[in-house]
């Protein structure tokens, strides 16, 4: 079985600060790491994700997360944040037997204040 | 423009009566999914189907049913033994496992409200 933490319900922050959504998980085999944003009322959108290789992914809106597997850990990272960076973030994993089958942390409401 | 549909956006209906929520894609994806989305909770999976005529129950199935008649198409019905059904309800799909893309692409959800 495998199983996501996001370490932070809420992050505030100032607009052009840096931000760093924290995610770890556990599994017993192989993962597969994904970040999804969600506006309020609306989908999930695939920010990045981490499927092999590299361990520092970029993505959309200058996103990037870095895989760590010795400390298992998937951290969202923006070295400067805007007004429309307000949203809630979701690191999600799969992997192993559950192929196709993402599992879900509780989510992290980022609040980008002027 | 490809994409997955849900209607409606907001669903209201009254305790004991069961409604089916809609989910169609046209991405020519083989799998698709069903999540429920509380406040704090992140994303439950509900019901996934990885090709049609076949699907298999997620982590809370109960009070729930689906069916996968057509690639396009993955309705939900909440049935009255639903005993919380009041959330947000988010559908998905899913490239065929052999492409090794595992990423999902997510509806605009339904929000369905039980009085």
């Known amino acids: 079985a495998q199983s996501v933490t996001q370490l932070d319900s809420q992050v505030p922050v100032f607009e052009e600060a840096p931000v760093e959504l924290r995610c770890n998980y556990s599994?017993?085999?192989?993962?597969?790491l994904f970040w999804y944003v969600q506006y309020p009322n609306q989908g999930l959108q695939l920010l990045l994700k981490?499927?092999?290789?590299?361990?520092l992914v970029k993505g959309i809106n200058g996103f990037e997360a870095e895989f760590n597997k010795s400390q298992t850990s998937f951290h969202l990272r923006k070295p400067s944040v805007h007004i429309s960076d307000t949203a809630e973030y979701f690191c999600?994993?799969?992997?192993?037997?559950?192929?196709?089958?993402?599992?879900f942390g509780q989510g992290t409401i980022l609040t980008v204040h002027p | 423009d490809g994409g997955i549909t849900q209607s409606p956006k907001y669903l209201f209906r009254k305790e004991g009566q069961n409604v089916t929520l809609s989910c169609e894609q046209n991405l020519n994806h083989d799998a698709m999914y069903w999540y429920r989305q509380d406040p704090g909770q992140g994303l439950r999976l509900i019901y996934y189907?990885?090709?049609?005529?076949?699907?298999q129950k997620g982590d809370i199935a109960e009070g729930y049913s689906v069916s996968r008649e057509k690639k396009e198409s993955f309705p939900l019905t909440v049935t009255s033994a639903q005993k919380n059904p009041t959330a947000f309800y988010l559908c998905?799909?899913?490239?065929?496992?052999?492409?090794?893309?595992?990423?999902?692409?997510f509806g605009p959800g339904t929000r369905l409200t039980v009085t």
């Open positions: 981490y499927l092999s290789g590299s361990t």
């Open positions: 599994s017993s085999v192989s993962v597969y």
């Open positions: 998905a799909s899913s490239p065929s496992p052999g492409t090794g893309a595992l990423e999902q692409y």
């Open positions: 999600a994993v799969a992997g192993g037997t559950s192929y196709g089958k993402l599992t």
């Open positions: 189907s990885q090709i049609v005529n076949d699907f």
